[in-house]
């Protein structure tokens, strides 16, 4: 029997924001609203004498011959010791025996990328065909990825963004010209960055929403991800209620940590109200986006589905390439 | 960062039952009662169509520098292509930083040790001080570490074992006699077992009880390991109505999957009764049996403090001897 580890540098090898991962993860959700999924709720660690939690996240999907078990971490103090604060790693089991089959060293590097992958497969489907302007808040690795996943479905002239810590907004700016090509503006205000794109990511992990329903025009698309633990929220309750079209990663989940969340409770959606999930935008049961004028909102909230698929896709890569170290156990 | 892969041979020469890995364990008990444990639900997968399910277990412990993650798979279709059953690793993170420290490719190994270490725990506080036969119901792996742990902290001159499969306890009495150096005896009843011994491990995954209250005697020590699901079952619920003393590993879990659940059911216990946690021996805040009269039971259903303990102790002892395989992530 053997085992493959695959450290950081090799996963980034073997798989990035491209058609073939959007087409991997988008799998993953139409086999979630087919129900041919095991999704258990998710396992959450807290470490409360040094301020960490650790989350594990786990999803069989039919059909494939693995699946991955993901292990997540946050520790506040890793900063002041000159750490990252997060931290990731993903366990692949075979479907067929049980056994361990790889362990996927990725730092957290395959979570981001299929994070943004959902956004790539939500702005497919919902953003407008025209943007001139993107827009993003928020300035950390999200803030990037969000706007790769765009890039990847749609073209924009410029993109705008909005960030609290000036050092790090300008330091998206300028890595973001050189990436995409295109001009990127540094806001003063996030109203500027709603009412001036087509397109918003929001990104940040405020508990104090700042997105107000006075600044949202026709035929924009917002794609909410920042919010995924209850104390989350970016949107004012009002602004789900000025969506023609809602759509999210997983209801049930979105109902208990996301932006819907909020509405649910501020009243504005119930839990009978005309919600689509993303699954259904990839199985092709229901359409998306249907004319320019079409107010479109997203809730992302990360789902186990997603870690599953990316992490099959790179096991799959690294062995037809010889990547990674294998151990006989 | 450094993470270190320990394969199964090493971890082998690292840890064994022995006073050091029973010490380990029960510190895991005592915490666990003070309060200090943060001890989340189990996770479950199921692969139905492999007719498999893997098990994630955790716990952290105040005060210790590393947890663990515990990941566990029985599939039915294994022994058919030549594999075994079972499988299970252990991934170790530092309680510090969140980051991985290392992954134990144990293939179940600890999970059998540290069962048989709750057992040796158990039997140091509840069986007689005299037992001229020890008694085990089962012959597979958990029929020889219940006894290990029982030979660690008592003597006894025989061993009586009953099981169904007629070559596999034919090999259990071969084995047992040489590792043991006492006499092994075949039985072909679990009744006869039961009367004749003044300790009893039940380790079989049966979902029929067979054992009956009739069977039981003044100054006997029954461990009941092999319920550790809703459905299975070993003892009649009117056995646990016949004990002086009631012991097991976690109130709230055995109430839920273990013996306990059925005679809760039957209504031979309550909520209430008079329950004794293991932890609250190894803390000493209560005392086990108190003469050679009582009937005393034990029931085992397994807990994350317990793998947490023993992939830490296992972790130590390979770091202080140079162990394993350390990889620069």
Redesign the interface.
């Known amino acids: 029997m053997k ?1 493959t ?1 695959l ?2 540098n090799k996963i980034r090898k073997c798989v990035n924001m491209n058609k073939e991962a959007v087409d991997a993860v988008s799998l993953g959700f139409t086999r979630l609203v087919e129900g041919k999924v ?1 999704l ?2 998710i ?8 301020q ?3 989350d ?1 996240k ?3 999907i ?1 059909g494939l011959d693995h ?1 991955a ?1 993901k ?1 997540a ?3 506040f ?2 900063p002041s ?1 000159g ?1 990252p604060y ?2 990731g ?1 993903m ?1 692949l ?1 075979s ?6 089959e790889a ?1 996927l ?1 990725d ?1 957290g590097y395959l979570t981001d990328l299929r994070t943004g992958i959902a956004g790539a497969i939500a702005a497919k489907h919902l953003a407008p065909t025209q943007i001139t302007t993107a827009g993003v808040i928020g300035s950390g690795v999200q803030a990037r990825y969000q706007i790769r996943g765009l890039r990847l479905v749609r073209d924009f002239q410029r993109l705008m963004v909005y960030g609290i810590i000036p050092d790090e907004v300008e330091r998206y700016a300028s890595e973001m010209t050189q990436e995409l090509g295109v001009e990127v503006t540094i806001s003063d205000s996030p109203e500027e960055v709603f009412r001036q794109s087509q397109f918003v990511a929001t990104t940040t992990p405020t508990r104090e929403p700042y997105a107000k329903a006075a600044w949202l025009h026709a035929g924009m698309h917002i794609t909410a991800m920042g919010a995924d633990a209850e104390h989350k929220q970016e949107l004012f309750a009002d602004v789900l209620g000025k969506a023609d079209l809602i759509v999210c990663d997983s209801k049930s989940q979105c109902f208990r940590l996301g932006e819907l969340h909020h509405a649910l409770k501020a009243g504005v959606l119930s839990e009978d109200s005309d919600i689509t999930e993303i699954g259904e935008l990839t199985a092709g049961s229901k359409t998306g986006r249907q004319n320019d004028q079409e107010i479109t909102i997203c809730d992302l909230t990360g789902v186990g589905v997603q870690d599953t698929t990316i992490a099959v896709l790179t096991y799959q890569k690294a062995i037809s390439r010889g990547l990674g ?1 294998s ?1 006989e ?1």
Request: net charge negative.
């Open positions: 085992v580890i450290r950081e095991s258990p709720p396992i959450r660690v807290d470490v409360e004498a040094n960490g939690e650790v594990i786990t999803a069989y039919e699946f078990i292990i971490s946050g520790f103090g890793n010791i750490l997060g931290s790693m366990v089991m479907a067929k025996t049980g056994f361990l362990v060293l730092n170290t151990f156990v």
